[in-house]
């Protein structure tokens, strides 16, 4: 009878081994306990014994061969006739005395050729990251990756950019102005700071400011706020009447209700407008889409939604994309004007400032009026000075005389 | 409009018996469906429906996946709205024919005059009994034109949904993970999730080609199906500790895809994890990540990661299957790493 | 089981010939374009077997419904398909049955009750149980038929198909047409009984093994299970021993079968048989034939104008019925 030497687990965590040597040669006995071979594991190099008696019939595999755990290596008899026939052995290395196998073509390997494009060296960066460096012009070269494989990130763009305009920085343990508290930028802080520092640095902003008579306004809103009791509605606000004015005034001016994309200036089709929502973390920027569809008292029914949404923190994603314009208003803080950073990658915005009662010239007569200021910042890449001043006109105009406000509707769309 | 909560096997029972009620070419066929005294499917969905319906509309049928496939085929081709039951999901391989060849393509290869507006229910997911009861098996669906895919991750959605799919025109591949069934007494599997929520009384239909946005956020997105919806909010949790705000999209229907929504968040966020349960080679989520590479290229400041099921079949042993299906502490860890760079 | 001839009318005898004809000359003249080189697809072909297809959807009614496979053209003539639209669907063209998209394989015409044909061999068995049940759900007395070969009765389609008819009763019609090759194997290499309608028993439905080149025998005997189906009492095997007299697909040398083994079954011709029995019992003369020969001509002829002439699919037709609305 013949047995089969086989390669048992020698607790290694590879699966492969090594036959260093034998020890014993065919035809010589073998007593079980007694090692017959040499084999080297990942781990060590260790004898492995005979696990019975017999004859070394043949030695299968040569030393110096890789092979894995459970291949038969050898063969043993109990009758020391080397003569008895051959069997088959259920693996892949045998011994190659009677078989000439021709040497198989054996693919080139692919070889790596030094990075050749632009003659440069080859750097790291993301897609995004790219894309920003090119639209402010700042040489990829110039910039320091802070991914792990040294890759540039959005973030090292944005560094970039802010560090061409900062002459120094300060760090935590700096006391030269006293002791400091340092708190780590995160979530909707580190969104503001990001967009507010990429829209100052990257667009070239212009500001027009008006004075617009509200007096009309007011009045027609007390109007507005009996009719929609009346009817179980929202009353609208004075921020409800600036979007619709600012919508209706876009149409008119649609060259401001657009975006400066790489070479191209995309002029939307459609007006959504965002209204600046402060909130203690921050601000979020909900969008009334389609804004000039909608009639005032839509208008307020969707505002009051988004901004009860927004404080509690369920505004959808469908509710915070897709402005082509935006408005704040400080107005209920008392401050007269201020001026707005637009919100990239519009191409303006409106700063509303308090309704407030002033002396005004009215009839050639000097008297109390309520009075806004309203504040256009506009990207010059994209709007001209006449447009803004164009816009402003109509946007006064339109409050001005708010009766027309309600009269342009030609689709109403219901959210 | 009156609710009350119910189990996704609630959920689903609830659609079938309304289907069933409103027209009468609803029949659901099958193994053990409606057997008196028997257990109502695989997993209980059918339970008590032969009572109110008789045992020609819930069709019990012997062992033979290509003929229950088939029949709905015919069924379906002859005005019928079949939903047929696979008691294991990974029994559909035993009919895939009638799936790839017959269902999927007659619509197209005859010119649209025969269609085959059929449901094909599989029970999927690990439950710890090994490789051939384990299978999500989304990807072989996905891949032949012809055939609509629905996987939804908690009961309302299973609802709305299969009633969807049973109205459809077209044969709609419906899985269902059996982690997610919260089936009570002698079926309820270990460890599973038995989301319970408030679900409509009434009949509603949550349309087709959606997609849920779980939970809104700016840094990450996250996209998931069935039981992966959940470990990716339990992630979410985590990660917003770390000042990380992940949004988690609830991939609910595969075919069609929503890829706008999928799109804008990525351009939102612009980094995507995909946590999925199927192999990576050739799942779900690799047919995602392809089409956002090329939609939202440049707006990604990070490369489109998949966390998914290793190329291994199914194992058994819950030591092994901890590691084959994505834990949440995969998921915190890859998406942590793809946030800081 | 023999056709009892005092209740076949002329007018029907008359029509089945007319189909059987019109199969056998279209057919034939396909084999001709095709040697030309002329024929953009594949083919397979129904000579000789013509008694089964046109016995079968002699008996049935428009709404009826036929299951058929890789080898259609017989079925679909026999149903009444438009001879045009499934000679343009040969040529790959708008006007074909399936609008180019189907193909030879592919054939198909809802308004009388042909589903598209199935190339997956034994495929269409559960789907024609499926189906049956469909119209025994909905109270329609409608049946189904569905057609495959003695290649199919070893697939698991077969086995699981008929079975779920069987015990659901379903009002379905399965029709072997035992050719006795499945491609180039014969049926005494993959089959140990030596007939396929033995199996019937295995399931519990009734099996009958016919002369399968009589369409009158085949014509009656599917009357009859036909009226077993629509009265509820369930499904039936029909054998039809048959031959194909061309090979199995375009191309095959068909060196798998002696010259012999062909003229004797050609010495059965179905047709022949036909105008025999028309001749016989009705007295009709061979001027008759050859006016029903002639206006086949006409008609195939014109149905390969159609085609030849017809314009293709435009690029769009690709995207188009993936999913129903």
Aim: glycine share 8%.
């Amino acid at each position: 009878m013949i047995f089969e030497v086989v390669i048992p687990n020698l607790g290694a965590t590879g699966s492969d081994v090594v036959i260093e040597d034998w020890l014993v040669k065919p035809g010589d006995y073998v007593q079980a306990g007694k090692p017959i071979y040499v084999v080297t594991t990942d781990k060590a190099t260790v004898e492995v014994e005979a696990f019975r008696n017999g004859y070394v019939k043949e030695l299968l595999v040569k030393p110096g061969i890789r092979v894995p755990l459970g291949t038969v290596v050898a063969l043993i008899t109990d009758s020391p006739d080397l003569q008895a026939e051959k069997i088959p052995v259920n693996n892949q290395i045998h011994s190659t005395s009677s078989l000439d196998v021709k040497q198989l073509e054996v693919p080139e390997k692919y070889i790596e050729e030094p990075f050749k494009k632009s003659g440069m060296r080859r750097i790291l960066a993301s897609p995004l990251a790219r894309r920003m460096a090119n639209e402010a012009r700042i040489p990829l070269e110039n910039i320091k990756g802070s991914g792990k494989q040294g890759q540039i990130l959005q973030q090292d763009v944005q560094q970039a950019i802010v560090s061409q305009h900062l002459p120094e920085s300060i760090s935590p343990e700096d006391e030269t102005r006293g002791r400091v508290r340092a708190v780590p930028v995160t979530g909707m802080r580190r969104t503001i700071a990001h967009r507010t520092q990429l829209s100052k640095s990257v667009i070239p902003h212009y500001y027009a400011t008006i004075s617009i008579d509200m007096s009309e306004a007011k009045a027609f809103l007390v109007e507005c706020a009996a009719f929609a009791e009346k009817k179980g509605w929202a009353a609208p606000t004075i921020t409800d009447l600036t979007i619709r004015a600012a919508a209706l005034a876009l149409g008119h001016t649609p060259q401001i209700n657009a975006s400066l994309q790489d070479d191209d200036i995309l002029f939307y089709e459609d007006i959504h407008i965002g209204l600046v929502v402060g909130l203690p973390e921050g601000v979020l920027v909900p969008v009334i889409h389609h804004a000039d569809r909608k009639n005032l008292y839509t208008l307020a029914m969707i505002t009051s939604r988004l901004k009860e949404n927004a404080r509690r923190g369920a505004l959808s994603s469908h509710d915070l994309i897709g402005s082509t314009f935006s408005i704040s208003n400080l107005g209920m803080f008392g401050l007269d004007s201020f001026i707005a950073v637009i919100n990239p990658p519009e191409a303006g915005i409106l700063a509303l400032g308090a309704v407030r009662q002033i002396p005004a010239v009215w009839n050639d007569q000097v008297v109390p009026r309520w009075l806004m200021t309203a504040v256009l910042s506009v990207d010059h890449r994209v709007v001209d000075g006449i447009v803004a001043a164009r816009f402003m006109d109509e946007f006064k105009q339109l409050l001005e005389h708010p009766v027309v406000l309600t009269l342009t509707a030609p689709e109403e769309t219901s959210e | 409009m009156s609710s009350r909560a119910m189990t996704m096997v609630e959920a689903l029972r609830d659609a079938l018996r309304l289907a069933m009620r409103q027209d009468p070419s609803v029949f659901v066929l099958g193994e053990d469906l409606g057997i008196a005294g028997g257990f109502g499917g695989g997993f209980t969905v059918t339970l008590g429906l032969s009572e109110e319906f008789g045992h020609e509309r819930v069709m019990d049928t012997p062992i033979s996946e290509i003929a229950i496939i088939g029949a709905a085929v015919g069924a379906a081709m002859t005005g019928m709205r079949p939903v047929a039951e696979m008691q294991y999901g990974d029994f559909v391989f035993c009919g895939m024919d009638q799936v790839i060849n017959q269902a999927a393509k007659i619509q197209y290869m005859s010119n649209g005059q025969f269609s085959v507006p059929l449901v094909l229910r599989l029970p999927v997911g690990a439950s710890r009994r090994g490789a051939q009861h384990s299978q999500c098996s989304e990807a072989y669906f996905m891949h032949t034109p012809g055939l609509k895919v629905v996987s939804p991750s908690n009961p309302y959605d299973a609802k709305g949904m299969l009633l969807a799919s049973i109205w459809d025109n077209n044969p709609v591949i419906f899985l269902e993970h059996k982690l997610l069934y919260g089936g009570k007494g002698g079926r309820k599997e270990k460890t599973s999730l038995d989301p319970v929520m408030e679900v409509p009384d009434e009949a509603y239909e949550i349309p087709l080609g959606t997609v849920a946005i779980k939970r809104p956020g700016e840094d990450i997105t996250i996209l998931a199906n069935m039981l992966m919806v959940h470990r990716a909010l339990e992630a979410a949790e985590i990660l917003s500790q770390e000042g990380i705000d992940a949004e988690v999209i609830d991939v609910r229907c595969l075919v069609p895809l929503d890829v706008e929504t999928i799109e804008l968040s990525a351009k939102k966020t612009t980094r995507v994890l995909i946590v999925e349960e199927d192999n990576l080679t050739g799942g779900w989520g690799a047919e995602v990540a392809a089409r956002l590479a090329e939609k939202a290229f440049y707006y990604l400041d990070a490369p489109i990661t998949r966390v998914a099921a290793p190329d291994v079949p199914v194992p058994c042993a819950p030591a092994l299957e901890r590691v084959y299906v994505p834990s949440v502490e995969k998921v915190v860890i890859t998406a942590r790493a793809l946030v800081k760079g | 089981m023999k056709a009892d001839h005092r209740k076949i009318s002329l007018e029907i005898a008359l029509e089945m010939l007319q189909r059987m004809v019109l199969i056998r000359v279209f057919e034939d003249r396909l084999y001709q374009l095709f040697l030309q080189g002329l024929v953009p697809g594949t083919l397979h072909q129904y000579q000789g077997q013509e008694a089964i297809a046109v016995g079968v959807c002699t008996a049935l009614r428009d709404n009826d419904l036929i299951f058929s496979t890789h080898r259609p053209v017989g079925h679909a003539i026999a149903k009444g398909v438009p001879l045009k639209a499934i000679a343009a669907e040969l040529w790959g063209k708008a006007t074909g049955c399936a609008g180019g998209r189907g193909g030879q394989m592919h054939l198909v015409d809802a308004s009388i009750g042909m589903p598209p044909s199935n190339a997956i061999v034994g495929a269409n068995i559960p789907i024609a149980t499926g189906a049956a049940l469909g119209f025994k759900l909905s109270g329609l007395d409608r049946v189904a038929v569905s057609f495959f070969g003695d290649g199919a009765s070893n697939s698991g389609p077969f086995h699981e198909g008929i079975n779920l008819a069987a015990v659901k009763n379903a009002p379905v019609i399965f029709v072997c047409e035992n050719n006795q090759y499945a491609a180039s194997t014969h049926i005494s290499l993959t089959t140990r009984v030596e007939a396929i309608a033995k199996r019937a028993k295995s399931y519990g439905i009734p099996g009958f093994s016919l002369d399968g080149m009589d369409v009158l025998i085949v014509y009656q005997s599917v009357e009859a299970a036909v009226d077993r189906a629509r009265r509820g009492e369930g499904p039936t095997l029909l054998e039809f021993k048959t031959y194909r007299f061309m090979g199995h697909s375009r191309g095959d040398p068909g060196g798998y079968r002696t010259k012999q083994d062909i003229d004797e079954w050609r010495e059965r011709d179905p047709i022949q048989g036909l105008r025999d029995y028309l001749s016989k019992e009705f007295n009709q003369d061979e001027q008759h034939f050859l006016e029903i020969e002639e206006q086949v001509l006409e008609e195939v002829e014109a149905a390969i104008q159609f085609a030849i002439s017809s314009p293709e699919p435009i690029p769009e037709e690709t995207y188009k019925h993936v999913f129903a609305s």
